[in-house]
């Protein structure tokens, strides 16, 4: 089977916001897009509360409800829906196997508090070698969802930037790549945020050094010096900033098209695990959050 975009559906309005994205996504990729529906997801807790013929015809209609209307904004695009029976886990990370890229949705609750991350998304990111996306539904992507629907009419929209968050211990070229190919085809900005903290055996009170800040701010232009050169189209713009990258990361996605963030799979630790900075951008992230694994 050829590389797909794959997305997980099962009638939510996250699922939903998922595919649209998704469907976007696979447009601007040229691939395929795979929609993944189980029908025993979360019991189908969106479906109609009129008994179970109504709810088990519901669940297999709604699948070709969700690609008709993603037909009707991407009319050129291949969509490969897929009914399955195992559980979502087991059924999404099977699908990955052929995918680019698997996207899904993620509750949103509000701009403060951002993502609630449920259980099949944070099991299937622990256990997915490939990038994956989580999208939240809410009022500002539903609003988002109709800008988008005009840019796609048009296809001449400008888009919002994507914003890198890079940890210069480990800047892992899957995921440095992934955010400046992000950018590339959406022509957008590309911001890069690096957070550092200054050691002083005096506290917070000592005075400030430069030095260590510019250290860091040339480090963050070398890193990133090969991948300018690579996309020259691409608008960098790089901070150096002090404390943890998850506040900046946040604030920065109140404006962003996507937030692309690193999970390391290989640690001191058995397991699969989620680092801090990563943690809390997915929870309080107000835009779409790509984790991209890497050794």
Excluded at 14 to 21: C, E, G, K, P
Excluded at 143 to 165: F, Q, Y
Excluded at 195 to 201: C, D, F, H, K, V
């Amino acid at each position: 089977m050829s590389r797909t975009v794959t997305v997980g559906l099962d009638g939510s309005p996250q699922s939903l916001a998922a595919a649209r994205w998704a469907g976007r996504e696979a447009w601007s990729r040229r691939l395929p897009l795979r929609l993944v529906c189980a029908l025993d997801w979360h019991s189908f807790t969106y479906a109609p509360l009129t008994g179970t013929d109504t709810v088990t015809r519901w669940a297999r209609r709604m699948p070709h409800e969700a690609e008709a209307r993603l037909r009707r904004d991407h009319p050129d695009l291949r969509i490969i829906n897929e009914q399955v029976t195992r559980e979502p886990v087991t059924s999404l990370l099977a699908a990955a196997e052929d995918a680019e890229l698997l996207v899904l949705g993620s509750r949103g609750l509000s701009r403060v508090t951002g993502f609630l991350v449920g259980s099949v998304a944070l099991s299937v990111m622990a256990r997915a070698e490939l990038p994956l996306v989580l999208v939240r539904a809410d009022e500002a992507a539903e609003k988002e969802r109709r800008r988008d629907s005009a840019a796609i009419a048009s296809r001449t929209a400008a888009c919002r930037d994507v914003v890198l968050g890079l940890d210069l211990r480990r800047p892992a070229d899957p995921v440095i790549e992934f955010a400046f190919d992000a950018a590339a085809r959406r022509k957008a900005a590309l911001r890069v945020l690096h957070g550092w903290s200054r050691p002083s055996p005096y506290g917070y009170t000592a005075p400030f050094d430069a030095e260590p800040a510019v250290q860091n701010a040339s480090e963050l232009r070398d890193v990133l010096r090969p991948w300018r050169e690579k996309f020259p189209d691409v608008e960098v713009r790089e901070r150096s900033v002090i404390g943890s990258a998850a506040g900046h990361l946040v604030d920065a996605s109140a404006d962003a098209a996507l937030v692309v963030v690193g999970r390391f799979t290989h640690g001191p630790w058995p397991g699969p695990r989620i680092g801090p900075v990563t943690h809390a951008v997915l929870h309080h992230s107000a835009a779409p959050v790509a984790v991209i694994t890497h050794d």
